[in-house]
Protein backbone atom coordinates (compact mmCIF):
# COMPACT_ATOMS: atom_id res chain seq x y z
CA UNK A 1 0.00 0.00 0.00
CA UNK A 2 0.88 3.34 -0.66
CA UNK A 3 -0.49 6.84 -0.27
CA UNK A 4 0.69 9.67 -2.58
CA UNK A 5 0.48 13.45 -2.22
CA UNK A 6 0.83 16.36 -4.72
CA UNK A 7 1.75 19.43 -4.30
CA UNK A 8 2.78 22.17 -6.39
CA UNK A 9 0.27 23.20 -8.63
CA UNK A 10 -1.26 26.91 -9.26
CA UNK A 11 -1.89 29.70 -11.57
CA UNK A 12 0.32 30.30 -14.23
CA UNK A 13 0.61 32.41 -17.40
CA UNK A 14 1.53 31.39 -20.94
CA UNK A 15 5.36 30.48 -21.39
CA UNK A 16 6.35 29.98 -17.23
CA UNK A 17 6.87 27.17 -15.92
CA UNK A 18 6.10 24.91 -12.68
CA UNK A 19 7.36 21.90 -10.93
CA UNK A 20 4.76 19.22 -9.26
CA UNK A 21 6.00 17.30 -6.51
CA UNK A 22 4.51 13.67 -5.41
CA UNK A 23 5.35 12.26 -1.89
CA UNK A 24 4.60 8.88 -0.95
CA UNK A 25 4.36 6.94 1.95
CA UNK A 26 5.61 3.74 2.41
CA UNK A 27 9.10 1.69 2.62
CA UNK A 28 8.66 0.29 -0.87
CA UNK A 29 8.42 3.38 -2.93
CA UNK A 30 11.61 2.31 -4.78
CA UNK A 31 9.80 -0.93 -6.01
CA UNK A 32 7.11 0.93 -7.53
CA UNK A 33 6.68 3.11 -11.30
CA UNK A 34 5.78 6.27 -11.02
CA UNK A 35 3.40 8.17 -13.15
CA UNK A 36 1.58 11.48 -13.81
CA UNK A 37 -1.79 11.53 -15.32
CA UNK A 38 -4.07 15.12 -16.05
CA UNK A 39 -7.86 15.37 -16.07
CA UNK A 40 -9.04 19.20 -17.71
CA UNK A 41 -12.95 20.06 -17.20
CA UNK A 42 -15.22 18.13 -19.19
CA UNK A 43 -12.31 15.70 -20.87
CA UNK A 44 -11.22 12.45 -19.95
CA UNK A 45 -8.11 11.72 -17.93
CA UNK A 46 -5.32 11.27 -19.96
CA UNK A 47 -1.74 9.72 -19.39
CA UNK A 48 1.17 12.48 -19.08
CA UNK A 49 4.44 10.55 -18.12
CA UNK A 50 5.88 7.97 -16.77
CA UNK A 51 9.20 6.83 -14.93
CA UNK A 52 10.33 3.04 -14.29
CA UNK A 53 10.88 2.30 -10.68
CA UNK A 54 14.80 2.06 -11.56
CA UNK A 55 14.81 5.06 -13.30
CA UNK A 56 16.04 2.96 -16.36
CA UNK A 57 12.98 4.61 -18.71
CA UNK A 58 10.37 7.13 -19.06
CA UNK A 59 7.93 7.79 -21.67
CA UNK A 60 5.35 11.09 -22.50
CA UNK A 61 2.57 11.88 -24.02
CA UNK A 62 3.44 13.54 -27.26
CA UNK A 63 1.42 16.30 -26.03
CA UNK A 64 4.46 16.93 -23.86
CA UNK A 65 7.15 15.82 -25.05
CA UNK A 66 10.03 18.21 -24.97
CA UNK A 67 8.31 20.62 -22.22
CA UNK A 68 7.78 18.11 -19.29
CA UNK A 69 10.25 16.31 -17.47
CA UNK A 70 9.77 13.66 -15.03
CA UNK A 71 12.23 12.16 -12.03
CA UNK A 72 12.51 10.71 -8.93
CA UNK A 73 14.23 10.29 -5.53
CA UNK A 74 14.00 7.30 -4.29
CA UNK A 75 15.87 8.40 -1.21
CA UNK A 76 13.01 10.94 -0.36
CA UNK A 77 10.03 8.44 -1.58
CA UNK A 78 8.98 11.67 -3.99
CA UNK A 79 8.61 11.95 -7.73
CA UNK A 80 8.62 15.19 -9.81
CA UNK A 81 7.11 16.25 -12.92
CA UNK A 82 8.83 19.82 -14.08
CA UNK A 83 6.46 21.31 -16.66
CA UNK A 84 8.38 24.12 -19.05
CA UNK A 85 6.66 26.39 -21.94
CA UNK A 86 2.83 25.96 -20.44
CA UNK A 87 0.28 26.25 -22.34
CA UNK A 88 -3.54 27.13 -21.88
CA UNK A 89 -4.42 23.27 -22.67
CA UNK A 90 -2.29 22.11 -20.16
CA UNK A 91 -5.01 23.33 -17.87
CA UNK A 92 -6.09 20.28 -15.32
CA UNK A 93 -5.95 18.50 -12.48
CA UNK A 94 -2.54 16.55 -12.38
CA UNK A 95 -2.80 13.47 -10.61
CA UNK A 96 0.38 11.49 -9.42
CA UNK A 97 0.04 7.45 -9.44
CA UNK A 98 1.87 4.17 -8.93
CA UNK A 99 2.02 1.06 -10.83
CA UNK A 100 3.17 -2.25 -9.36
CA UNK A 101 4.17 -3.01 -13.31
CA UNK A 102 7.74 -3.33 -13.74
CA UNK A 103 7.43 -1.12 -16.83
CA UNK A 104 3.41 0.27 -17.07
CA UNK A 105 2.09 1.31 -20.19
CA UNK A 106 -0.53 4.52 -20.81
CA UNK A 107 -3.71 2.96 -19.44
CA UNK A 108 -5.14 4.03 -16.29
CA UNK A 109 -5.67 0.27 -15.59
CA UNK A 110 -2.13 -0.19 -15.18
CA UNK A 111 -1.80 2.08 -11.93
CA UNK A 112 -2.48 1.19 -8.77
CA UNK A 113 -2.76 3.91 -6.26
CA UNK A 114 -3.63 7.40 -6.94
CA UNK A 115 -3.34 10.91 -5.25
CA UNK A 116 -5.98 13.47 -5.04
CA UNK A 117 -4.52 15.73 -7.28
CA UNK A 118 -3.35 19.10 -7.77
CA UNK A 119 -4.63 22.12 -9.99
CA UNK A 120 -2.39 23.15 -12.61
CA UNK A 121 -4.17 26.57 -14.51
CA UNK A 122 -2.33 27.99 -17.46
CA UNK A 123 -3.90 31.78 -18.21
CA UNK A 124 -3.24 33.15 -21.26
Known amino acids: QVQLVETGGGLVQTGDSLRLSCAAS????????MGWFRQAPGKEREFVAH????????DYADSVKGRFTISRDNAKNTVYLQMNNLKPEDTAVYYC?????????????????WGQGTQVTVST
Open 97 to 113: TASLLVRPGKAQSDYNY
Open 26 to 33: GRTFSRYS
Open 51 to 58: ITWNIVST
